[in-house]
C-alpha cells in the first residue's frame, strides 16, 4: 500500500509535527510513504492508495487543509474546530470574502451577519461558535478522530461516511525524575506542578495559579514550571507576579523535545486542563501518561474519556479551583497516592496508545478503505495476567546430582538460583525437547525427572562437531545419561534444526560472552519453535550489592576478576565481560524477537541482607525503583518471531 501524508513535521513548533514523525516510523513496516509538508509539484492522487491530511487549528496545517479540499482522501482531525485556520488563511491573507463565505458555508445567515461585524472590526471572529468542519466533512472520504468527542462533532457537522477512532500515540520515554532537576535547582524533596504546551487562556492557567497558591501556604517547598510559549492574550508573568508567586513559579518558554521531557519528568504533578475545548487531544498529556506522572484534567470532552483511575478530573464550572486545590494538596501530602496513579497511567499508555498499536490501526483502517470493506480495529493487548507463583522446586532436587565436592560448594552458594530456574521453566511432555546453554549437569538431570521433558540435550564452549556423552549419578544410585555439543555459542551455527526445540536455557552464561551475544540469541531464536520459550538467567549489575559497592567506591560487578589458567598453556575459564540490567535483558529478548513473560529479580541463595538497608532508603527518598534489585536476573520470553534487530544501537557501536 502506498500512502500520501501531508503534515507539519519537526522542528515545526507544533505537537501534530511531532505526532506525525512518531507515527510515521512506526507506520513505514505496514506501508510504503511519502510525506509533505509543502504543496509538492505535479502531485498525481491516482499514484497512491491512500491520501492522508494531518489537520490541526493553525496555520500550520494549512497546505494539509488545501490539498484536503482539492484531492478527498482521509483527514486526521485532531480537534473538531478550524477556525483559526480559516481566519488564518484567509483574514491574514487579505481574503475577506472567502472568509465571509466559510462562515455562510458553515454557520448560515445568522453567522454571516456576526462576520459582517468581524469584517468591520467591531468584535472578533466567533472562534467557538462556528467550527468550520462542514466544508473539509463534505470532501472528505473518511476521518481518524482521537476521540468519541470529536466523532461525534463531524456527525454534527453532517459526514456520514467511515471514522475511525484512533487513540493518540503515547510516548514511552525513560527519564529520570532527578536529571533536570538539577538544573532547576530543586532537591528530591521538593513537590513540583508542571504545566505544558502552549500558555493559552483555555488552558486554565489562571485557576491553576490561584489553586497552587492556596497549596503554597500549607506547603511552602511547593513549586511550579510552565514550560510553553506564553499567548499574547495571557500575561502569565505579570499573573505570578500579582499572586506573589515569584519565588515558587517560573516560566520556562518554549522547550525543544529533550528538554521538554526532561522537565516533565522533573516533575511529581502535571496540570492538563482545558475549557473551553473542541474535543481536542493533548499531546503533552499523552506523554506525561507515558512517563507515569500523576495528571489532572478537565472532565470535558476527550479527556472525560479517560479511565478514572490514571488522572484527576476536575470540573469546568465554579467549583473547579476548589477540585484543583484539593487534588494539589491530595497528590502532594500523599506522594505514594501520586506514584500509584502514575504507574497505572504508564501501563494504560503502553497498553491502549503504543505507536505501534497506533500505526497498526492506521494501516487496516487505510487498507479497509482501500477494499471497501468494513473497518474492525485492531484490539490492544489485555493486560497482562498477574504471575503466578511458580511450583516449589526443594533444594534436594539439585543437591542429590552434586558431583564432587567442588560441585556441591557450588550449588551450595547457587541453590536458591538452580531451584528457582527450574521453578520458572515451563515443564514439558514425553515428546518435548528441550536444550540447556553452558550445561554443568547440576540441573539438567530435572529438567527429564521434574519437568517431564522427553529429551534433554545440553551444550557447552568446544570445537564445533564434537559431542561429548556424560552421565551423572544421583546420591540414590540414579543415573542420567546426556549428550553434549561443543561449538562457540557466539560464531557457530547451532548444531540443530529450525524449530527443533520447545524450550532453551541460558543460564549464567551471557554475561560471559565477548563479542556478539545477539548472534547466540538469533540461533536460539531459529532453534526454538513457535511459541517456544527461552529462560535466561544472568547476575544483576544494578542490584543493591551492585549499588552498594559503588557507593562505598567499590567495582560493582558481581565477578569483575580476570582468571588465571590452572596450568602453563590451559585456557583459563570465560570471566564475566558484561553483566546486565534487568531491562537490558528485557531488551534483548524483545530485539531477539521474544515478548518477555516474565522478568524479575532474586538472589543466590536465600539469606538476610540488613547491610542493604540503607541503600533501599537512599532510593526510596529519590523516588527511584526499588524492585528488580536483587542479585541475579530471571528472564523468560516466548518466540513471538523472528529476531527484530540484529545489531541493536543500545549494545553495539
Avoid at 559503588?550 to 565481560?577: D, S
Amino acid at each position: 500500500m502506498r500512502v500520501a501524508i501531508f503534515s507539519p513535521l519537526p522542528p515545526s513548533k507544533s505537537g501534530i509535527a511531532d505526532y506525525t514523525a512518531a507515527l510515521v516510523e512506526h507506520l513505514r513496516p505496514h506501508a510504503t510513504l511519502d510525506t509533505f509538508t509543502g504543496r509538492p509539484a505535479d502531485f498525481d492522487p491516482s499514484s497512491y492508495d491512500a491520501l492522508v491530511y494531518q489537520v490541526g487549528n493553525n496555520h500550520f496545517h494549512a497546505i494539509a487543509y488545501e490539498m484536503a479540499l482539492e484531492n478527498p482522501g482521509v483527514v486526521v482531525l485532531h480537534e473538531a474546530n478550524l477556525h483559526h485556520l480559516i481566519a488564518e488563511i484567509t483574514i491574514k491573507r487579505g481574503d475577506w470574502d472567502a472568509y465571509m463565505a466559510a462562515v455562510a458555508h458553515d454557520g448560515g445567515e445568522e453567522a454571516l451577519a456576526y462576520a459582517q461585524r468581524v469584517r468591520a472590526l467591531e468584535i472578533g471572529p466567533d472562534y467557538e461558535g462556528v467550527p468550520m468542519l462542514r466544508r473539509l466533512a463534505e470532501h472528505s472520504r473518511a476521518f481518524i478522530v482521537h476521540s468519541r468527542a470529536v466523532e461525534r462533532e463531524l456527525r454534527r457537522a453532517g459526514f456520514a461516511g467511515p471514522v475511525a477512532v484512533i487513540p493518540h500515540g503515547a510516548w514511552i520515554p525513560e527519564a529520570g525524575r532527578m536529571d533536570y532537576r538539577q538544573r532547576l535547582g530543586l532537591d528530591e524533596t521538593t513537590p513540583l506542578v508542571g504545566i505544558f504546551g502552549f500558555l493559552k487562556p483555555y488552558k486554565r492557567i489562571a485557576e491553576s495559579l490561584r489553586a497552587f497558591r492556596r497549596l503554597v501556604r500549607l506547603e511552602p517547598r511547593a513549586k511550579m514550571i510552565l514550560a510553553g510559549e506564553p499567548h499574547p492574550d495571557l500575561p502569565v508573568r505579570a499573573m505570578i507576579e500579582r499572586l506573589g508567586l515569584e519565588a515558587h513559579a517560573r516560566v520556562l518558554g518554549f522547550l525543544g523535545p529533550e528538554d521538554f521531557t526532561g522537565a516533565m519528568a522533573a516533575c511529581d504533578i502535571v496540570l492538563n486542563l482545558r475549557f473551553p475545548t473542541v474535543g481536542e487531544s493533548s499531546g503533552s498529556l499523552v506523554r506525561a501518561l507515558g512517563l507515569g506522572r500523576a495528571v489532572i484534567v478537565s472532565n470535558i470532552g476527550s479527556f472525560s474519556e479517560l479511565p478514572d483511575d490514571i488522572v484527576l478530573k476536575t470540573p469546568v464550572d465554579a467549583s473547579e479551583e476548589d477540585f484543583l486545590f484539593e487534588y494539589l494538596n491530595l497528590l502532594v501530602s500523599r506522594p505514594d497516592v501520586a506514584r500509584a496513579m502514575g504507574a497505572r497511567a504508564r501501563a494504560w499508555a503502553g497498553r491502549e496508545c503504543s505507536w505501534a498499536l497506533a500505526a497498526e490501526r492506521y494501516a487496516s483502517f487505510l487498507d479497509s478503505l482501500a477494499r471497501g470493506v468494513e473497518w474492525r480495529p485492531p484490539e490492544p493487548a489485555p493486560p497482562a495476567p498477574a504471575e503466578e507463583p511458580a511450583p516449589r522446586i526443594e533444594p534436594e532436587t539439585v543437591e542429590t546430582w552434586a558431583a564432587g565436592d567442588a560441585s556441591r560448594a557450588y550449588i551450595s552458594d547457587h541453590v536458591t538460583r538452580l531451584t528457582h530456574t527450574l521453578e520458572i521453566t515451563p515443564p514439558g511432555g514425553e515428546g518435548d525437547r528441550i536444550l540447556e546453554m553452558g550445561a554443568y549437569l547440576q540441573i539438567t538431570p530435572a529438567l527429564k525427572i521434574k519437568l517431564g521433558y522427553g529429551e534433554v540435550r545440553g551444550c557447552y564452549y568446544g570445537p564445533a562437531g564434537r559431542v561429548e556423552h556424560r552421565e551423572v549419578v544421583s546420591e540414590q544410585g540414579e543415573r542420567f545419561v546426556c549428550e553434549i555439543d561443543l561449538f562457540d555459542a557466539e560464531r557457530d551455527r547451532f548444531p540443530y534444526p529450525d524449530e527443533h526445540f520447545l524450550t532453551v536455557l541460558c543460564c549464567e552464561l551471557i554475561e560471559h560472552l565477548t563479542d556478539d551475544p545477539m548472534h547466540m540469541l538469533g540461533e536460539i531464536n531459529r532453534i526454538l519453535v513457535p511459541g517456544g520459550h527461552l529462560v535466561v538467567t544472568t547476575p544483576n549489575i544494578i542490584s543493591l550489592r551492585a549499588l552498594r559497592a559503588i557507593l562505598e567506591g567499590y567495582h560493582p560487578g558481581f565477578f569483575p576478576a580476570y582468571i588465571r589458567p590452572r596450568k602453563e598453556g590451559e585456557e583459563a575459564e570465560a570471566r564475566h565481560n558484561r553483566e546486565y540490567a534487568p531491562k537490558e535483558i528485557a531488551r534483548l529478548l524483545v530485539d531477539a524477537g521474544f515478548d518477555v513473560e516474565r522478568l524479575e529479580t532474586g538472589p543466590f541463595v536465600e539469606q538476610a541482607e540488613p547491610e542493604h538497608a540503607w541503600v533501599v532508603h537512599m532510593l526510596e527518598r529519590y523516588l527511584l525503583p526499588t524492585d528488580l534489585r536483587g542479585d541475579d536476573i530471571y528472564a523468560v520470553g516466548r518466540k513471538q518471531g523472528p529476531v527484530r534487530d540484529r545489531y541493536p544501537a543500545w549494545l553495539y557501536q
